[in-house]
């Protein structure tokens, strides 16, 4: 009986062993607590978290972990938990760690029962909640601001626009003020696109009106980027394309940093832009910078449109001038018209109107009612018909035909002036005629600037509302802007880096030292971008399952000795050593797409050249597996990254804790990858190097079959 009893034991002690196991890998923070509110058992991540051993644990109570003012609120749920037997669905709290950092959780807390069903504590399940609880607020953040901005905007489109000096004076301190910048001003782009001249700036709280002047032959580079698209928006400007031409005599000296251009635009035109310019720190301009700056050119817009339509509306005062001098001069035709035999006279301005002559009329009705335009007709007949019947007069606009084929647009008015005696009927109408093909010609110019402007506040309005959306469906709109501007910025950026690299190997004209370097420096920035812009491409159009795999044998040696050559250079730089054990006469054939398997070994060598320690070493393998796979491998000497964090590695976007850092990169590398695998039948993963490291690797099929084309 004794034996039997300690074999139950036994496995009862192996039992907890093991679940106690299996809790310790649980990716949460997990504890449990006696009645008294004393800590009976944590795991090692709850242990970890506080920097104490379970031994130190066991015992204490919440004193020991939290601050006073939150203690109060975890012993009163704990209480409820244990004496009343409820659970505790959702727990907030701010913990400061053994490390002295403040995080977020949110905890669930169960009864614990003995066998005789009593409460005899309770158990307590932790969920990290710092990285939620960053992206709220910095959701927060950016709502108030867009609210801010739509506020400004708001507020701004309401202004009565008197003068345009004024006006462009309050926009560009409102602009500077709201986004934050030292500087902010409006420059005019002349017909031909050849100089910009600034009319309106705003540095530092001062305002500025002179007529600075930039011209292309001076800046082709930025001048090029401005008559394409308008739209500039750097981080660094001192060493940007587009924008590094200012540098030396402009950019350093006033110490700006980033520059934001958005595009004035009137009638699909670009008329100018609105400068805006950071100094300090490097910033990067958001998505609502960019749309807050976009409306704030809109709103200058606004301004050029209306000094046109008040030149407009100035012609014609002065038409209606010159008009009301000839009414005061006479010089309105004149008809009078027999209504019972349809003789009618006019005088000579009548004529003239209609570039006739009095050979050419017949001096009855039918001279004016043939020149009617047949769209006229009809209306105008009524019109005379209906004041006949009146006796009112009548003013009614229509056109006329001229001699040389054009129509006149003529303003008539008229008046029965007799009648008979005895009958009351119509014998006499008079009236003039006047032409007002000029003002007619300005209302419809008026109009179009009317519906132009209207255009624009309803293109703005839902640019807005958009905006919004954005902000609530993100990923959406950073793909579709991503990929939009990826396409934009691939031509000029190819056309920078030929022109750089003819420079570079130009030997007729060679540059000099410090030339050369500058251009190695243009040609290595292109190049990283041209290559964020490649995998933000490959990235859309995997996405949109456009991406094609051809599927051929590939040679892994010959494969492996041309990455080893393509990331030797960039290796070298970073005091990294290469080492391919790969034998020389290895034989091993791969079925793969072979640009694609490049793209992902050279995705995985950069990463372990950018991610290595100092004086570091990058490996490159292959192996043949179990199941008769061909396994590729690339490990580094670097820092690595927690096991818990190996599925984040392959999300699009997430860099971890390198988001921050001066290292170079975008976060899609290893998703694209994963999805190029995918589609080539394979399988990628990473691991930790036992010593220090990482270790990416793919496999694939070693058997050969026929090539093949997989969507």
Same mark, same amino acid.
Not at 411 to 431: F, H, M, N
């Given at each position: 009986?004794?034996?039997?009893?300690?074999?139950?034991?036994?496995?009862?002690?192996?039992?907890?062993?093991?679940?106690?196991?299996?809790?310790?890998?649980?990716?949460?923070?997990?504890?449990?607590?006696?009645?008294?509110?004393?800590?009976?058992?944590?795991?090692?991540?709850?242990?970890?978290?506080?920097?104490?051993?379970? *031994?130190?644990?066991?015992? %204490?109570?919440?004193?020991?972990?939290?601050?006073?003012?939150?203690? =109060?609120? &975890?012993? #009163?749920? @704990?209480?409820?938990?244990?004496?009343?037997?409820?659970?505790?669905?959702?727990?907030?709290?701010?913990?400061?760690?053994?490390?002295?950092?403040?995080?977020?959780?949110?905890?669930?807390?169960?009864?614990?029962?003995?066998?005789?069903?009593?409460?005899?504590?309770?158990?307590?399940?932790?969920?990290?909640?710092?990285?939620?609880?960053?992206?709220?607020?910095?959701?927060?953040?950016?709502?108030?601001?867009?609210?801010?901005?739509?506020?400004?905007?708001?507020?701004?489109?309401?202004?009565?626009?008197?003068?345009?000096?004024?006006?462009?004076?309050?926009?560009?301190?409102?602009?500077?003020?709201?986004?934050?910048?030292?500087?902010?001003?409006?420059?005019?782009?002349?017909?031909?696109?050849? *100089?910009?001249?600034?009319? %309106?700036?705003?540095?530092?709280?001062?305002?500025?009106?002179?007529? =600075?002047? &930039?011209? #292309?032959? @001076?800046?082709?580079?930025?001048?090029?980027?401005?008559?394409?698209?308008?739209?500039?928006?750097?981080?660094?400007?001192?060493?940007?394309?587009?924008?590094?031409?200012?540098?030396?005599?402009?950019?350093?000296?006033?110490?700006?940093?980033?520059?934001?251009?958005?595009?004035?635009?009137?009638?699909?035109?670009?008329?100018?832009?609105?400068?805006?310019?950071?100094?300090?720190?490097?910033?990067?301009?958001?998505?609502?910078?960019?749309?807050?700056?976009?409306?704030?050119?809109?709103?200058?817009?606004?301004?050029?449109?209306?000094?046109?339509?008040?030149?407009?509306?100035?012609?014609?005062?002065?038409?209606?001038?010159?008009?009301?001098?000839?009414?005061?001069?006479?010089?309105?035709?004149?008809?009078?018209?027999?209504?019972?035999?349809?003789?009618?006279?006019?005088?000579?301005?009548?004529?003239?109107? &209609?570039?006739?002559?009095?050979?050419?009329?017949?001096?009855?009705?039918?001279?004016?009612?043939?020149?009617?335009?047949?769209?006229?007709?009809?209306?105008?007949?009524?019109?005379?018909?209906?004041?006949?019947?009146?006796?009112?007069?009548?003013?009614?606009?229509?056109?006329?035909?001229?001699?040389?084929?054009?129509?006149?647009?003529?303003?008539?008015?008229?008046?029965?002036?007799?009648?008979?005696?005895?009958?009351?009927?119509?014998?006499?109408?008079?009236?003039?005629?006047?032409?007002?093909?000029?003002?007619?010609?300005?209302?419809?110019?008026?109009?179009?600037?009317?519906?132009?402007?209207?255009?624009?506040?309803?293109?703005?309005?839902?640019?807005?509302?958009?905006?919004?959306?954005?902000?609530?469906?993100?990923?959406?709109?950073?793909?579709?802007?991503?990929?939009?501007?990826?396409?934009?910025?691939?031509?000029?950026?190819?056309?920078?880096?030929?022109?750089?690299?003819?420079?570079?190997?130009?030997?007729?004209?060679?540059?000099?030292?410090?030339?050369?370097?500058?251009?190695?420096?243009?040609?290595?920035?292109?190049?990283?971008?041209?290559?964020?812009?490649?995998?933000?491409?490959?990235?859309?159009?995997?996405?949109?399952?456009?991406?094609?795999?051809?599927?051929?044998?590939?040679?892994?040696?010959?494969?492996?000795?041309?990455?080893?050559?393509?990331?030797?250079?960039?290796?070298?730089?970073?005091?990294?050593?290469?080492?391919?054990?790969?034998?020389?006469?290895?034989?091993?054939?791969?079925?793969?797409?072979?640009?694609?398997?490049?793209?992902?070994?050279?995705?995985?060598?950069?990463?372990?050249?950018?991610?290595?320690?100092?004086?570091?070493?990058?490996?490159?393998?292959?192996?043949?597996?179990?199941?008769?796979?061909?396994?590729?491998?690339?490990?580094?000497?670097?820092?690595?990254?927690?096991?818990?964090?190996?599925?984040?590695?392959?999300?699009?976007?997430?860099?971890?804790?390198?988001?921050?850092?001066?290292?170079?990169?975008?976060?899609?590398?290893?998703?694209?990858?994963?999805?190029?695998?995918?589609?080539?039948?394979?399988?990628?993963?990473?691991?930790?190097?036992?010593?220090?490291?990482?270790?990416?690797?793919?496999?694939?099929?070693?058997?050969?079959?026929?090539?093949?084309?997989?969507?």
């Amino acid at each position: 009986m004794s034996n039997e009893l300690e074999t139950d034991n036994g496995t009862l002690v192996n039992k907890i062993d093991d679940l106690e196991n299996i809790l310790d890998h649980v990716d949460a923070y997990i504890c449990t607590k006696d009645s008294q509110g004393k800590y009976t058992y944590a795991n090692q991540k709850f242990c970890e978290l506080f920097n104490h051993s379970l *031994t130190e644990i066991i015992g %204490a109570d919440d004193s020991k972990f939290f601050d006073a003012e939150k203690l =109060n609120d &975890l012993i #009163a749920n @704990d209480l409820l938990v244990v004496k009343e037997g409820q659970t505790i669905e959702r727990e907030e709290c701010h913990v400061m760690t053994g490390t002295g950092e403040y995080r977020d959780f949110i905890s669930i807390k169960k009864p614990l029962t003995g066998s005789d069903g009593s409460i005899t504590g309770l158990l307590a399940v932790f969920t990290d909640n710092t990285q939620l609880k960053l992206r709220e607020v910095l959701i927060d953040k950016h709502h108030d601001q867009l609210l801010q901005n739509q506020k400004v905007l708001h507020q701004l489109t309401k202004e009565t626009i008197f003068d345009k000096k004024r006006a462009l004076n309050k926009i560009i301190s409102i602009d500077a003020v709201n986004l934050q910048i030292q500087r902010s001003s409006v420059w005019l782009l002349n017909d031909d696109g050849s *100089t910009l001249t600034c009319i %309106a700036l705003y540095d530092q709280g001062r305002l500025f009106n002179e007529d =600075n002047i &930039l011209e #292309a032959k @001076d800046y082709p580079r930025y001048f090029a980027v401005l008559n394409d698209c308008g739209f500039i928006s750097v981080e660094d400007a001192q060493s940007h394309p587009a924008t590094s031409e200012f540098s030396e005599n402009y950019l350093k000296p006033l110490g700006i940093t980033s520059m934001l251009d958005v595009p004035i635009r009137m009638h699909e035109k670009v008329i100018g832009i609105v400068c805006h310019e950071h100094v300090g720190k490097n910033r990067t301009w958001t998505p609502g910078d960019e749309e807050f700056a976009k409306s704030i050119a809109d709103i200058c817009a606004q301004v050029f449109l209306e000094e046109k339509r008040k030149q407009t509306k100035n012609q014609l005062k002065i038409s209606k001038q010159q008009l009301q001098n000839v009414i005061d001069g006479a010089q309105l035709g004149y008809w009078d018209w027999n209504y019972r035999t349809g003789e009618q006279v006019v005088n000579n301005r009548w004529l003239a109107m &209609l570039g006739l002559s009095k050979s050419h009329i017949q001096n009855h009705v039918s001279d004016w009612d043939s020149r009617i335009h047949p769209d006229d007709k009809q209306r105008l007949i009524e019109t005379v018909e209906a004041h006949i019947q009146s006796g009112e007069n009548y003013v009614a606009e229509f056109r006329m035909l001229h001699t040389d084929g054009h129509w006149v647009w003529i303003q008539g008015s008229g008046a029965v002036v007799e009648y008979d005696k005895e009958t009351q009927e119509p014998i006499r109408l008079c009236g003039t005629h006047q032409d007002i093909t000029e003002r007619k010609n300005i209302d419809v110019e008026l109009n179009e600037y009317k519906n132009d402007l209207e255009k624009l506040v309803t293109e703005r309005t839902k640019e807005l509302e958009s905006a919004r959306n954005e902000a609530e469906k993100s990923n959406q709109a950073k793909s579709e802007f991503l990929s939009s501007m990826s396409h934009e910025l691939r031509t000029p950026m190819n056309a920078v880096l030929g022109f750089s690299g003819l420079l570079a190997t130009d030997t007729q004209s060679p540059l000099t030292e410090d030339q050369l370097e500058s251009v190695e420096l243009i040609i290595e920035g292109g190049e990283h971008l041209l290559n964020l812009i490649d995998d933000v491409l490959d990235l859309s159009e995997i996405e949109s399952g456009h991406s094609v795999v051809n599927i051929e044998t590939v040679d892994i040696n010959a494969l492996i000795n041309k990455i080893q050559f393509l990331i030797q250079s960039q290796a070298e730089k970073q005091g990294i050593t290469i080492e391919n054990i790969v034998a020389a006469d290895c034989a091993f054939k791969i079925q793969a797409d072979k640009k694609k398997l490049k793209q992902v070994l050279l995705n995985f060598c950069s990463n372990a050249i950018k991610y290595n320690s100092e004086n570091g070493v990058l490996t490159i393998s292959c192996a043949k597996t179990p199941e008769n796979k061909l396994r590729l491998s690339v490990s580094d000497t670097g820092k690595g990254v927690p096991e818990s964090s190996f599925p984040g590695l392959f999300e699009a976007f997430n860099r971890l804790d390198k988001a921050n850092s001066n290292i170079q990169g975008t976060g899609i590398g290893l998703n694209i990858c994963k999805q190029l695998v995918k589609q080539m039948g394979g399988e990628i993963g990473v691991f930790q190097n036992p010593d220090k490291g990482l270790t990416f690797w793919v496999e694939l099929d070693e058997t050969i079959h026929s090539d093949k084309v997989l969507a």
